[in-house]
């Protein structure tokens, strides 16, 4: 009768770590956090819009959008699910970080000027709603909130007041 007592190789403890803590999916939270799923609808249907009137020849039948707006939309929905406010993301004409580069910024500011008023006819309800997150303020950076909560905490904590006079000559 033998048994097998071989220790476990640096490669099978790899491969417990690596299954053991999976990466996150953002993309996943497009589909989770409500308020990135109807944003990413809202710049694909404005992108759609864009692409018709001004791609008529490139478009594909699959999806509606040529493959400079195709691209466009994926670059945006990566954009959107990194998105460090999550559910409390502010429309991009308020947001406080400029998570686009120049080129694509300039690109989305185009199809949003062009096809906001648009889709006022086309999808009354999104673009409404998108009105109305329009007019509130944006917060704060994400970022700011984790700083400056440990510091607001340090300042409100109450200095110890002197018990008696003699007590405050001594410090």
Do not use: Q
């Not at 694509?104 to 096809?115: C, Q, V």
Request: glycine share 2%.
């Amino acid at each position: 009768m033998t048994t097998d007592t071989s220790a476990p190789t640096d490669a099978d403890a790899k491969t417990r770590c690596s299954a053991a803590a999976p990466k996150p999916d953002r993309m996943a939270r497009l589909e989770t956090i409500p308020v990135l799923k109807e944003e990413a609808e809202t710049i694909r249907l404005m992108a759609e819009l864009y692409c018709k009137a001004h791609h008529p020849e490139l478009r594909s039948t699959e999806d509606g959008l040529c493959p400079e707006c195709r691209a466009f939309v994926e670059y945006a929905r990566k954009r959107l699910a990194c998105c460090p406010y999550g559910a409390e993301k502010p429309v991009c004409a308020k947001c406080r970080i400029h998570c686009y580069k120049p080129a694509e910024r300039e690109k989305a500011r185009e199809i949003m000027r062009w096809a906001g008023p648009r889709l006022l006819w086309r999808h009354p309800i999104l673009t409404l709603k998108h009105l109305l997150k329009e007019r509130r303020e944006a917060p704060e950076k994400p970022r700011n909130r984790r700083e400056t909560a440990p510091a607001a905490a340090s300042k409100e904590a109450p200095k110890e007041a002197p018990k008696s006079p003699s007590d405050a000559g001594a410090r």
